[in-house]
């Protein structure tokens, strides 16, 4: 003989199963840009030493937030020809670089300013925000916590109904409980062509976009024999 417990109960110790879900809109936390610097040179090493001044001027203004910039961290690179044609062959006429660089911003009252100037500089493209939470963010577990009261207030509601009470907790899963990376803003800035002389472009107003945080829950209690 085994002292386990009957899976679905007994006449005795019935059990009831629920589910808890939770959902929470919150401010964002950080925002994310992209950057994509351009370079071009009639030979390789031409276009190499445009990139790498270019390069370093964003990096330098985007490092001049101190602070406000939680993480820089530089991603693809490529230098690729652009051939033309020549007679019957194919011949050099130009050198393309390319270089991404992308920027977590922790400060949103500089996101506006920052990205105005990024755009603003030569053959520099900025892409987002995309606004999101951190991994560790307390909304994370303020849902977590949420989903599992939903629970335990939806089984006592079932037992209630049978004239019961809840007894005791055997099982709780956690199904997933997760938070969309990142959302894109109303208009994220486009690329910049040519630096504007004179007075700095305007800073742009950006709206910071409210994060869903999904939790959910599997719950099971035994329960006290229903008054049927």
């Given at each position: 003989?085994?002292n386990?417990?009957?899976?679905?109960?007994?006449?005795?110790?019935?059990?009831?199963?629920?589910?808890?879900?939770?959902?929470?809109?919150?401010?964002?936390?950080?925002?994310?840009?992209?950057?994509?610097?351009?370079?071009?040179?009639?030979?390789?090493?031409?276009?190499?030493?445009?990139?790498?001044?270019?390069?370093?001027?964003?990096?330098?203004?985007?490092?001049?937030?101190?602070?406000?910039?939680?993480?820089?961290?530089?991603?693809?690179?490529?230098?690729?020809p652009?051939?033309?044609?020549?007679?019957?062959?194919?011949?050099?006429?130009?050198?393309?670089?390319?270089?991404?660089?992308?920027?977590?911003?922790?400060?949103?009252?500089?996101?506006?300013?920052?990205?105005?100037?990024?755009?603003?500089?030569?053959?520099?493209?900025?892409?987002?925000?995309?606004?999101?939470?951190?991994?560790?963010?307390?909304?994370?577990?303020?849902?977590?916590?949420?989903?599992?009261?939903?629970?335990?207030?939806?089984?006592?509601?079932?037992?209630?109904?049978?004239?019961?009470?809840?007894?005791?907790?055997?099982?709780?899963?956690?199904?997933?409980?997760?938070?969309?990376?990142?959302?894109?803003?109303?208009?994220?800035?486009g690329?910049?062509?040519?630096?504007a002389a004179?007075?700095?472009?305007?800073a742009?107003?950006?709206?910071?976009?409210?994060?869903?945080?999904?939790?959910?829950?599997?719950?099971?209690?035994?329960?006290?024999?229903?008054?049927l």
């Amino acid at each position: 003989m085994t002292n386990e417990a009957a899976p679905y109960g007994t006449p005795e110790t019935p059990r009831v199963a629920v589910r808890g879900e939770a959902r929470l809109e919150v401010d964002p936390e950080i925002a994310r840009i992209g950057v994509t610097v351009s370079a071009r040179g009639k030979d390789r090493r031409a276009a190499l030493e445009d990139l790498t001044g270019r390069n370093g001027q964003v990096l330098d203004l985007i490092k001049s937030y101190g602070d406000a910039v939680e993480k820089l961290e530089t991603g693809a690179f490529s230098i690729s020809p652009e051939l033309t044609s020549h007679g019957r062959s194919e011949r050099v006429r130009a050198y393309h670089g390319r270089v991404r660089v992308t920027a977590v911003i922790a400060d949103f009252t500089v996101l506006g300013e920052l990205v105005t100037r990024l755009a603003d500089l030569d053959l520099t493209h900025v892409d987002g925000p995309w606004w999101a939470l951190r991994p560790d963010s307390p909304a994370h577990a303020d849902a977590r916590r949420q989903a599992v009261l939903e629970a335990v207030q939806r089984a006592r509601e079932y037992a209630g109904a049978l004239g019961a009470d809840l007894a005791a907790l055997v099982e709780l899963a956690d199904i997933g409980a997760e938070s969309p990376v990142a959302y894109r803003g109303a208009q994220p800035p486009g690329a910049a062509r040519a630096g504007a002389a004179g007075a700095p472009a305007p800073a742009l107003d950006l709206e910071p976009q409210r994060q869903t945080v999904y939790a959910q829950v599997n719950a099971r209690f035994t329960m006290t024999p229903p008054k049927l």
